[in-house]
């Protein structure tokens, strides 16, 4: 949140019981010792950046692809993600830990990609997991654009798809319209298009 200026609300006034960690970068990893600190959630995440944020003193759950923990009341399994990962925090860029995409709960699954290009075994996390809601990065440039993001839908099969990661800096600027246009010609899914703060009740 702190730094982006489209965020909704501001590190010290968000609150939760759950942070999902999918990588490392700056802008991902961001408030999240800050947060975890001040109001005690868990981070969930994988085990090389839950083992680096737990030295700063937030509690951490680490586990790793393909297995699923239960954090709190939910269970979260790890999936792959196909970017690249290393941990940036305070000014300092550390070790390289994998980037995963997330699957949150059972009984109404959601699909958290984190930054992903396109890859085939969406299919199998759709196959798998049968996802409610599969939250898919569209903005281009660091992770697969509309176009992909498209593709990615049908191999998914999601009953509603939500675009993320665009729209922030002018390298990720899309047009959340035009993913909706490629989604309807190829898949069910309804696009659901949320602004910053909003919020999706399946
Ligand atoms: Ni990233």
Known sequence: MT???????????????????THGHGDHLGDTVAIAKRTGATVASILEIS????????????????????????SI???????????????????????????????KPVYHAGDTSLFSDMKLIGD???????????GDFYTMGPEQAAVATKLIRPKFVMPMHYGTYPVID????????????QSKAKVVILKPGESLEV
């Open 3 to 21: 730094g982006n200026p489209k965020a909704a609300t501001t590190a010290d006034r968000v609150d939760c019981d759950i942070i999902c960690v």
């Open 51 to 74: 083992n680096f944020l737990a030295k700063s003193g937030a509690k951490t759950v680490g586990f790793n692809i393909g297995g699923t923990a239960k954090v709190l009341e939910t």
């Open 77 to 107: 399994t790890l999936v792959p993600a196909i970017h690249s990962s290393s941990i940036e925090f305070a000014g300092s860029e550390q070790m390289v830990a994998n980037p995963v995409g997330m699957i949150i709960d059972t009984e």
């Open 128 to 138: 798998i997991y049968k996802p409610v809601v599969a939250m898919l990065p569209i």
């Open 174 to 185: 899309q047009d959340p319209k035009t993913f909706e246009g490629l989604v309807k010609k």
